[in-house]
């Protein structure tokens, strides 16, 4: 079993449409990170959060963690082509045990 | 480009063939971590070094994996007497070394297929 669950794994939605991708876990940790993947290539860093219920916006992207620092969630408002890719989630359990989750595979159709 | 480098970006190799992979972090970067990923399946760590010292390895898969940083640079994984489990991406990242989070920064990956 993995330690971060990420839901729903995959996700196909249309061009305008909103849409919320969850990262759970019973481990407490001390970061987490999101980061987007497109096929072939390496994850590519979006966003950290650090403090218990910190939000943070990137554009028409929203993270949130939670106040436990157990668990996150990515909305993205106004869904675009461009979105399509896999988002993983990745907790820091210290500052070098990095675990990632199994992902959500976004489609946003045109 | 001043990103993570990776070399091959794509391995073919027959079982039992040994390989390796090169890994070119962030220049100011002195954390270098080894990820695999299979298909459907976020990261997996390998293990990771703080310049030139390995400080984790106990979640290298076999004792047929290895990774050396000699110089505290550039970093290389190598599979010995490869199987077809081992077809995976493999992954580099690296980081720097501050009191506060790690952000890691990936490169490509290397693609390995073994037939």
């Known amino acids: 079993t993995q330690l971060l669950e990420q839901s729903p794994q995959f996700l196909s939605i249309q061009e305008g449409e909103n849409l919320t991708v969850y990262c759970n876990s019973s481990s407490v940790f001390s970061s987490l990170q999101w980061y987007r993947q497109e096929p072939g290539e390496g994850p590519v860093l979006l966003v950290t959060v650090v403090t218990g219920g910190e939000v943070k916006k990137l554009k028409r992207l929203t993270f949130q963690f939670g106040d436990a620092r157990k668990d996150s969630s990515l909305h993205i408002t106004a869904a675009q082509p461009g979105d399509t890719g896999l988002y993983l989630c990745?907790?820091?359990?210290?500052?070098?045990?990095?675990?990632f989750g199994a992902g959500t595979r976004l489609t946003v159709k045109p | 480009d001043t990103g993570v480098s990776q070399d091959p970006r794509h391995k073919i190799t027959k079982r039992g063939q040994n390989v390796t992979f090169r890994c070119d972090p962030i220049?100011?970067?002195?954390?270098l971590y080894w990820y695999r990923q299979t298909l459907g399946q976020g990261p997996e760590f390998l293990t990771y070094f703080q310049n030139e010292a390995q400080l984790e390895k106990s979640r290298l898969l076999s004792d047929r994996f290895s990774a050396e940083r000699p110089k505290g640079s550039f970093s290389t994984l190598e599979i010995q007497r490869t199987e077809q489990g081992d077809s995976a991406m493999y992954l580099c990242?690296?980081?720097?070394?501050?009191?506060?989070?790690?952000?890691?920064?990936f490169g490509p990956g290397t693609r390995l297929t073994v037939l």
């Open positions: 990242a690296s980081s720097e070394n501050w009191a506060g989070y790690n952000e890691q920064f």
């Open positions: 990745a907790g820091a359990l210290n500052n070098n045990d990095m675990r």
């Open positions: 220049s100011e970067h002195n954390r």
